[in-house]
T-cell receptor
Framework: KAGVTQTPRYLIKTRGQQVTLSCSPI?????VSWYQQTPGQGLQFLFE???????NKGNFPGRFSGRQFSNSRSEMNVSTLELGDSALYLC????????????FGPGTRLTVL | DQQVKQNSPSLSVQEGRISILNCDYT??????FLWYKKYPAEGPTFLIS?????DKNEDGRFTVFLNKSAKHLSLHIVPSQPGDSAVYFC????????????FGEGTQLTVNP
């Protein structure tokens, strides 16, 4: 079974630009969650999508948004990039209940200059 | 408010010995706990999980212990191998948090040959 894939793997943007990251979950998984990893804040939950609906949201500003398509693939968008948005963005897929293991993709390394 | 804490940023052990990684939590609503291993520039890899109805779960060289009264869990790796060198994260979720995982800060494990 193929794992979680994320594209692109690396991205360099400048302040004020916007960016879209993509995640394809494991086949059959309907839940996709996004996390941000930074050296100072660790792994922080951004949001979760389940069956095309945002089911859970972390404490991030509205510049961070996402969506999920009918095939469970998900995209995350960050508008008006700031230097502090530089991070590893991780996507995880699962069956969707509280007691399912989440399987992570390799991440997208975003650098904002 | 750090609801999941890993108080040891690093741990160094000799090959063949036991590695014990610790994690504390404060939120009584957490009832499912997971351990992940992470190498640089990769996504976290799921290792083992435990639900609050158990106090121990084993999978090969990995055993997780849960002490609910102390709100403490630990991961034992026996015997430790150099390939186990990585950052280990504990994570927690609860029925009310859906698929959202709350992570600790991570512990860098180094296994010396």
């Amino acid at each position: 079974k193929a794992g979680v894939t994320q594209t692109p793997r690396y991205l360099i943007k400048t302040r004020g630009q916007q960016v879209t990251l993509s995640c394809s979950p494991i086949s059959g998984h309907r839940s996709v969650s996004w996390y941000q990893q930074t050296p100072g804040q660790g792994l922080q939950f951004l949001f979760e999508y389940f069956s095309e609906t945002q089911r859970n949201k972390g404490n991030f500003p509205g510049r961070f948004s996402g969506r999920q398509f009918s095939n469970s693939r998900s995209e995350m968008n960050v508008s008006t990039l700031e230097l502090g948005d530089s991070a590893l963005y991780l996507c995880a897929s699962s069956g969707g209940t509280s007691y399912n293991e989440q399987f992570f993709g390799p991440g997208t390394r975003l650098t904002v200059l | 408010d750090q609801q999941v804490k890993q108080n040891s940023p690093s741990l160094s052990v000799q090959e063949g010995r036991i590695s014990i990684l610790n994690c504390d939590y404060t939120n009584s609503m957490f009832d499912y706990f997971l351990w992940y291993k992470k190498y640089p520039a990769e996504g976290p890899t799921f290792l083992i999980s435990i639900s609050s109805i158990k106090d121990k779960n084993e999978d090969g060289r990995f055993t997780v212990f849960l002490n609910k009264s102390a709100k403490h869990l630990s991961l034992h790796i026996v015997p430790s191998q150099p390939g186990d060198s990585a950052v280990y994260f504990c994570a927690a979720s609860g029925e009310t948090s859906g698929s959202r995982l709350t992570f600790g800060e991570g512990t860098q494990l180094t296994v010396n040959p």
